[in-house]
């Protein structure tokens, strides 16, 4: 029997940003997906869409492609903070034509228990569930969003330099031919502030660093494949010349970059995502 997953998210404490903030953040979260829909269109099986006040869906072929479309959805929302439950079982009513929102199936129940599961836990903000829970997984998913949540906005910016730089990719959950349109959303993002409430606007006197993205030098460097084998993962994580090609794109020193990276833990945040990659390629995808 075929297994599909299904991403159901929100997101957390929306009402707190005001109807202004609340509205350009919408908006760039109709972006987010519309970018990502193409880019993982290879194994997506329904689009992801709103599904109503600020839920989304969508169904996925395999289970990767749903994670690396969500840890992508939320890296580049930050520092709103979604919420997410991923199900894995049978789609078994298929509405040919249909939303997301018109299937269903024991996929998309896996995916409602796993986000209401999260709704009453102190320390999960993501869940995975099938048959069976998955701790470890969840624990490793868990584990890079708390990192992810105590970065700065600047932190962030350049992980997301590095994730559009550097990505994570393979020759079937990505469409390669569209993922250039990812460097917009960074750009629109870093640009307007998105997520930055009013007392804390890049522009202010306590911003020692503005950057001005160069886009002669932000370009896909170096592609990390997920289901390269007998690799350390510090050795495909850390590339030659990465800091200094990262400082020509944004229009400053590599010094500066390497300390994002370091307070960051940009790159402990990336090996655990790298983890459970391989986790969910071993466990989800070979059986």
């Not at 929100?10 to 005001?18: A, E, Q, R």
């Not at 307007?192 to 009013?198: P, R, T, V």
């Not at 994002?260 to 945040?269: D, Q, V």
């Amino acid at each position: 029997m075929q297994l599909y997953t299904a991403l159901i998210a929100d997101v957390k404490n929306s009402k707190t940003y005001d109807i202004t903030e609340r509205n350009k953040i919408q908006l760039y979260i109709k972006d987010c997906i519309d970018v990502l829909n193409c880019i993982f269109n290879p194994k997506m099986e329904r689009l992801v869409i709103f599904s109503g006040g600020d839920e989304l869906q969508g169904l996925f072929s395999t289970t990767v492609s749903a994670y690396l479309y969500l840890r992508l959805l939320s890296l580049l929302l930050f520092p709103v903070q979604i919420r997410a439950g991923l199900g894995v079982g049978a789609w078994t009513v298929k509405v040919e034509n249909g939303s997301s929102t018109e299937q269903d199936g024991p996929a998309y129940h896996f995916a409602r228990k796993a986000i209401e599961d999260v709704y009453g836990m102190q320390t999960q903000r993501y869940r995975i569930q099938g048959e069976k829970s998955d701790s470890l997984l969840n624990a490793i998913l868990n584990a890079s969003y708390d990192l992810c949540t105590q970065q700065s906005y600047l932190q962030n910016f350049t992980m997301l330099l590095l994730e559009y730089m550097y990505p994570f990719t393979d020759e079937t959950n990505i469409n390669a031919d569209k993922f250039k349109a990812l460097k917009n959303l960074i750009k629109d993002k870093y640009d307007n502030e998105i997520g930055l409430k009013g007392g804390k606007r890049l522009n202010s006197k306590n911003t020692r660093q503005i950057y001005r993205i160069n886009d002669g030098e932000m370009n896909v460097s170096d592609k990390i494949w997920i289901s390269e084998t007998d690799r350390e993962f510090e050795d495909m994580l850390l590339k030659k010349g990465m800091a200094a090609k990262i400082s020509r794109a944004i229009g400053t020193t590599r010094q500066n970059v390497d300390k994002m990276i370091k307070n960051g833990n940009i790159i402990a945040i990336r090996s655990l995502d790298l983890a459970a990659i391989k986790y969910i390629l071993k466990t989800y995808e070979e059986n």
